[in-house]
């Protein structure tokens, strides 16, 4: 592939300039993709008439994201005026949270409450529990920004006092023409049940200061616990008015390249929201990113029989690992991020620094990879775009895994002399080893801090990553899972199709997904069946409402309804299935079941309800995946050979190079072996063994009949 690729997915069809028989349709409606990374942006176009999937990357662009964005809708050449929708996952929020480049923000709250942000709980974060230099991040907010009006709501919501809109006036006057903030966090106690002083705190702010962004705590979520909810508008107002302006921007161009179709942004905690929407509440976007790639894998575990995955997304920047359990991405409502509490439903997702761009570096005499990222610009150093720290990438390419002469399917040059010559001066030669050594090294130790992760989300929560199957994605995921498998004895990798912008492909099975809660502490024994139905109704319609709004048909909305329970005197809640309760013995009989499972038994104390939960679903057309016809001559044959580091057995030794596009349902490879496609390679060792399924996906196992 010199200038263009294209993948249709329902086909298993590859097309560049080895294997040309691809046509595209034209005047046709699509659906249009894109994930911007670290260091790439991934498009990908699905053609709702003949399930045509075609997808290409472009280099992302840090200081204008929009401009990487349209450079990849461009060279996928998307027909945007006959796209009926366009669907995106982007990383701004969090890297502005994670970079600290957020908004300059303030805080408006009842009054005598102004220290809530700052004061938080007193539990340490895990990795500080034993530091006695431990330091508490100084808070997003300064005290000089977090002020406080007269106005008070009881816990059942009623108005105990009236709200000030002077002082509310007077707070936003201080907070922008003294402070010069560009956004405001509103939260107020209690507003959880009522949130009428929020929402008319806010319409103040908006027309004294139009040009201020405002965040409604009561707008993001309706649960209790007030230091949590101002966290969570915090980070909301923190990101707003950058997530606006970006929203705004790549909307305007769009529309000016003909595009009048939906807009819609992947959500933290799964599905998609439209564009307004998530200018509401950007907060809900802040994980969309890697949510994508855990719609799509959840899609194929259905598709493929396999209900338990452990998910590793590895791109240029980062890695993301998850877990879906019974069919289902691991959903929480408490999660932080940088020590910031989220009470939004985000996906249960460990991000690393270990990417394919993830820096090596010396810390003495101990070696160490990440969590600093070449990113995009520079890149690596073999990227020959001024890079000069080592990387993962340039490692890989040291010990034989991937071919400098047909980098990106041959579109990107690559200056492997460079990258073999910084690994000798940055990493060998001060530990007295070789390059091969140093570069080993590097992937040994990505490795070391992966498998940390993914003790996190199975082995910590009582699962077993031995009765899971892993999916790997990313550019750099198929290259390094099956030495993850090897190391967590994990039975079978499964490399889906297109596997480089799978993140892309999942934002295509995204529904549209509205979430809706309500805090109801109670013992189980003093509610009434009727008193929840009640209560899941008046949330159900608020969903019906919304979807209806959204443009989805009646026929394409579903609602499922779940209730967060503990026993009496517990701290932490189980989320338990709520659809189709008979009664109320019902419903502790699952939550018990779902407390064993988790915890390991169950107890006598009476059961509370804490939160009831709705996720109102609108259906869209999806891409289906078709079965492929199987070989029907001799065996898959090898392109070439190349000699490359064998993990197995320790050296270097000759590798099978296989095309991907030349495979077929049936294909058995022995390791060691890589197998290329234009935009990432399959790398397997000498005691792993391959397979291509019916669906095109291609199966690697560990040790057992070759």
């Known amino acids: 592939m010199k200038k263009h690729e294209s993948v249709v997915l329902g086909k298993a069809i590859y097309t560049n300039t080895r294997n040309e028989y691809f046509v595209r349709q034209d005047n046709t409606s699509q659906r249009v993709a894109v994930d911007i990374g670290g260091t790439f942006v991934d498009a990908i176009t699905f053609?709702?008439?003949?399930?045509?999937?075609?997808?290409?990357?472009?280099?992302?662009?840090?200081?204008?994201?929009?401009?990487?964005?349209?450079?990849?809708?461009?060279?996928?050449?998307?027909?945007?005026?006959?796209?009926?929708?366009?669907?995106?996952?982007?990383?701004?929020?969090?890297?502005?949270?994670?970079?600290?480049?957020?908004?300059?923000?303030?805080?408006?709250?009842?009054?005598?409450?102004?220290?809530?942000?700052?004061?938080?709980?007193?539990?340490?974060?895990?990795?500080?529990?034993?530091?006695?230099?431990?330091?508490?991040?100084?808070?997003?907010?300064?005290?000089?920004?977090?002020?406080?009006?007269?106005?008070?709501?009881?816990?059942d919501g009623a108005v105990v006092e009236e709200l000030d809109e002077a002082a509310v006036r007077e707070a936003a006057d201080v907070l922008v023409e003294e402070h010069d903030v560009e956004a405001i966090a509103i939260c107020f106690l209690?507003?959880?049940?009522?949130?009428?002083?929020?929402?008319?705190?806010?319409?103040?702010?908006r027309d004294a200061h139009p040009e201020v962004s405002v965040s409604v705590s009561s707008d993001i979520t309706g649960e209790y616990r007030e230091y949590e909810r101002t966290s969570t508008a915090v980070l909301d107002s923190y990101i707003k008015p950058i997530f606006e302006n970006y929203v705004d921007t790549l909307d305007d161009s769009l529309t000016g390249a003909g595009f009048d179709g939906s807009f819609f942004v992947t959500r933290s905690g799964g599905g998609t929201l439209t564009a307004e929407s998530a200018k509401t509440a950007p907060v809900h976007t802040i994980l969309s990113g890697p949510a994508g790639g855990l719609i799509g894998a959840a899609n194929v575990g259905d598709t493929t029989d396999r209900e338990n995955l452990i998910t590793v997304d590895m791109g240029g920047t980062s890695l993301d690992a998850a877990v879906v359990e019974d069919g289902s991405p691991v959903v929480k409502y408490d999660s932080t991020l940088e020590h910031q509490p989220m009470l939004i439903p985000v996906y249960d997702i460990r991000t690393i620094g270990a990417g394919g761009g993830s820096i090596a570096w010396l810390d003495g005499d101990l070696l160490k990879v990440g969590p600093e990222s070449a990113g995009a610009d520079p890149g690596p150093i073999c990227y020959d775009n001024g890079g000069t720290e080592p990387t993962v990438t340039d490692a890989a390419l040291a010990l034989g895994f991937l071919d400098p002469a047909d980098f990106l399917g041959g579109e990107m040059d690559t200056a492997a002399d460079d990258a073999i010559d910084g690994i000798e001066e940055t990493l060998a030669d001060p530990l007295g080893t070789s390059v091969p050594d140093a570069s080993r090294g590097v992937f040994d130790v990505a490795l070391?801090?992966?498998?940390?992760?993914?003790?996190?989300?199975?082995?910590?929560?009582?699962?077993?990553?031995?009765?899971?199957?892993?999916?790997?994605?990313?550019g750099a995921g198929p290259m390094f899972v099956p030495l993850l498998a090897r190391e967590l004895d994990v039975k079978e990798v499964l490399v889906p199709?297109?596997?480089?912008?799978?993140?892309?492909?999942?934002?295509?099975?995204?529904?549209?997904?509205?979430?809706?809660?309500?805090?109801?502490?109670?013992?189980?024994?003093?509610?009434?069946?009727?008193?929840?139905?009640?209560?899941?109704?008046?949330?159900?319609?608020?969903?019906?409402?919304?979807?209806?709004?959204?443009?989805?048909?009646?026929?394409?909305?579903?609602?499922?309804?779940?209730?967060?329970?503990?026993?009496f005197g517990q701290e932490h809640t189980v989320e338990v299935d709520a659809d189709g309760v008979a009664d109320l013995d019902e419903l502790a009989e699952r939550f018990e079941a779902q407390h064993e499972t988790r915890y390991g038994h169950t107890m006598d104390d009476p059961v509370q309800v804490v939160h009831l939960r709705v996720r109102a679903v609108g259906e869209n057309d999806k891409p289906t995946l078709d079965e492929?016809?199987?070989?029907?001559?001799?065996?898959?044959?090898?392109?070439?050979?190349?000699?490359?580091?064998?993990?197995?057995?320790?050296?270097?030794?000759?590798?099978?190079?296989?095309?991907?596009?030349?495979?077929?349902?049936?294909?058995?490879?022995?390791?060691?072996?890589?197998?290329?496609?234009?935009?990432?390679?399959?790398?397997?060792?000498?005691?792993?063994h391959a397979t291509v399924d019916e669906y095109g996906h291609i199966i690697i196992t560990t040790g057992g009949e070759q």
Request: charge should be negative; aromatic fraction near 8%; include cysteine.
């Open 47 to 155: 053609d709702r008439e003949t399930g045509d999937l075609t997808l290409e990357k472009a280099a992302t662009t840090p200081d204008q994201p929009s401009d990487g964005v349209l450079d990849a809708v461009e060279k996928v050449d998307a027909d945007l005026e006959t796209a009926e929708a366009f669907v995106h996952g982007t990383t701004l929020g969090l890297n502005a949270v994670l970079e600290r480049d957020g908004a300059r923000i303030g805080i408006i709250t009842n009054e005598g409450f102004a220290d809530v942000h700052e004061i938080g709980r007193t539990n340490l974060e895990r990795d500080a529990m034993y530091d006695i230099n431990y330091q508490k991040p100084e808070p997003m907010v300064p005290r000089r920004r977090r002020l406080g009006v007269p106005g008070r709501l009881n816990a």
């Open 497 to 567: 199709q297109a596997p480089s912008v799978f993140s892309a492909w999942g934002m295509l099975m995204a529904d549209v997904v509205y979430d809706f809660s309500q805090t109801m502490i109670a013992v189980l024994d003093d509610v009434e069946l009727e008193t929840l139905d009640a209560a899941f109704e008046d949330l159900e319609t608020e969903g019906r409402e919304t979807l209806t709004e959204e443009g989805i048909d009646e026929a394409d909305q579903y609602l499922e309804r779940a209730v967060e329970m503990r026993y």
């Open 628 to 688: 492929q016809a199987p070989r029907s001559g001799d065996g898959p044959t090898p392109s070439d050979t190349r000699e490359a580091y064998c993990f197995a057995a320790d050296e270097f030794t000759e590798f099978d190079i296989y095309e991907r596009a030349t495979l077929a349902p049936g294909d058995e490879l022995t390791g060691p072996a890589v197998v290329t496609e234009p935009t990432t390679s399959l790398v397997f060792h000498g005691d792993q």
């Open 190 to 205: 209690h507003s959880y049940q009522n949130g009428q002083h929020e929402q008319a705190a806010a319409d103040v702010v």
């Open 448 to 474: 070391a801090n992966t498998v940390g992760a993914i003790r996190e989300i199975t082995v910590e929560k009582g699962l077993d990553p031995r009765d899971f199957s892993m999916v790997a994605y990313g």
